[in-house]
Every structure is written in structure tokens, then in C-alpha cells.
T-cell receptor, first 115, second 109 residues
Framework: DAGVIQSPRHEVTEMGQEVTLRCKPI?????LFWYRQTMMRGLELLIY????????DSGMPEDRFSAKMPNASFSTLKIQPSEPRDSAVYFC?????????????FGPGTRLTVL | RKEVEQDPGPFNVPEGATVAFNCTYSNSASQSFFWYRQDCRKEPKLLMS???SGNEDGRFTAQLNRASQYISLLIRDSKLSDSATYLC??????????FGKGTSLLVTP
């Protein structure tokens, strides 16, 4: 079975550019999570969806970040405009069960570098 | 104060050694507890859940002390392949998992 799929795997862009990260959760999973990981701050939850509805976006750092989940099999995280401090690994994870279940399955991540 | 705190290490141990990691959590209402493993430049993966009665999976033993709000992971007979970062994870009544920053383990020949 395919796991969580993320694209692109690597993204290098210049400050001010728009960046769109994509995620396809595991089929049948009803919760989707976006995380950001840096050495300094570790793994931070940005936003999560349940049944395609955003439940909590309090982790989104600022208005430059937005996320959508138009259907059960696709989600995007957009940064516009991007800044060097946005450089990090962005993970998408999915799970099933009530209140997001327990085990979250992570995608391979997108390594973002903003110059 | 971060909700889940771990010693970042690194822990350098020889093959065959026993090593233990601890983590503490601040929210006494936390309900579920886990250890995830993350290999270098890879995604986190669930290693094991942690139950109040303690639980064992092969060489790995996890324990929970609710009164003191800490969780432990014991690895016996360390293998080179155990080298990774171990993330302590706590869940409340909602959807979110709260991750510690991880403890780095390096097992040497």
C-alpha cells in the first residue's frame, strides 16, 4: 500500500516567491496534519484537518501560511511570500480514528530552502 | 515551558549496551503516550505506544509514571541499527500529538 505522498521532495526558492507543498494522505484516513521541523524548534504542528475540515490552525506561524484540503485525497500548504526563516522540513501525516486516532503516518517530507 | 521535554543527547553507547531515555510532560490531563523513531533525514515512525502498566516489545521497554509525569524507554542489547533520534510523544483529549525535540542515540561498534 502507498504511504503518505508528498511533493516536491526538495524545493529551493528565493525570498518573496510563492511555495506550494502537496500531500496525498493514506486512503481511508480521515485526519491530516502538517508539521514543520527545524533543529532549533523540533517538530511543530502547523494545522490539522478532520474529514477535510480545518480543526485547528493555531500553529500556523503567520498569515503568509495557508493550507487547504479540497478533498479527502489531497492537501496543500502554501507560503506566500516565502522568507529565509521558513527554511525547514515540512511533513504531512495522516491517521484514522476518533480524534485523529493514535498512530500518525508521516510522509517523507519536503525539504524547503528559501534563499 | 515546552509541553514535552527530552534530553537531546547525544547518547553514544557501544553495541550490546543498555540505554535508557526519559522525557517529562507538563499537561497532567494527557491521555496517550508514544515513542516515535526518526532516522537521519527520514520521517518519524511509531516505535511503540506506552501504557500505564508498562509494555515491552522485544528489546524495547516503555514505562509511564503518571504521578511524576514522565515516560521512559529502555533499549537492551543495543544494535547499530538502533542509531536514530527517539521522539517522546504525548496526546491529550484532542487530535494533536505533542512531540518532544528528540534524543539522539548513536550505537558504535
Amino acid at each position: 500500500d502507498a504511504g503518505v505522498i508528498q511533493s516536491p521532495r526538495h524545493e529551493v526558492t528565493e525570498m518573496g516567491q510563492e511555495v506550494t507543498l502537496r500531500c496525498k494522505p493514506i486512503s481511508g484516513h480521515n485526519s491530516l496534519f502538517w508539521y514543520r521541523q527545524t533543529m532549533m524548534r523540533g517538530l511543530e504542528l502547523l494545522i490539522y484537518f478532520n474529514n477535510n475540515v480545518p480543526i485547528d490552525d493555531s500553529g500556523m506561524p503567520e498569515d503568509r501560511f495557508s493550507a487547504k484540503m479540497p478533498n479527502a485525497s489531497f492537501s496543500t500548504l502554501k507560503i506566500q511570500p516565502s522568507e529565509p526563516r521558513d527554511s525547514a522540513v515540512y511533513f504531512c501525516a495522516s491517521s484514522h480514528g476518533g480524534f485523529g486516532g493514535n498512530e500518525q503516518f508521516f510522509g517523507p517530507g519536503t525539504r524547503l530552502t528559501v534563499l | 515551558r515546552k509541553e514535552v521535554e527530552q534530553d537531546p543527547g547525544p547518547f553514544n553507547v557501544p553495541e550490546g549496551a543498555t540505554v535508557a531515555f526519559n522525557c517529562t510532560y507538563s499537561n497532567s490531563a494527557s491521555q496517550s503516550f508514544f515513542w516515535y523513531r526518526q532516522d537521519c533525514r527520514k520521517e518519524p515512525k511509531l516505535l511503540m505506544s506506552v501504557y500505564s502498566s508498562g509494555n515491552e516489545d522485544g528489546r524495547f521497554t516503555a514505562q509511564l509514571n503518571r504521578a511524576s509525569q514522565y515516560i521512559s524507554l529502555l533499549i537492551r542489547d543495543s544494535k547499530l541499527s538502533d542509531s536514530a533520534t527517539y521522539l517522546c510523544v504525548v496526546k491529550g483529549s484532542g487530535y494533536a500529538l505533542n512531540f518532544g525535540k528528540g534524543t539522539s542515540l548513536l550505537v558504535t561498534p
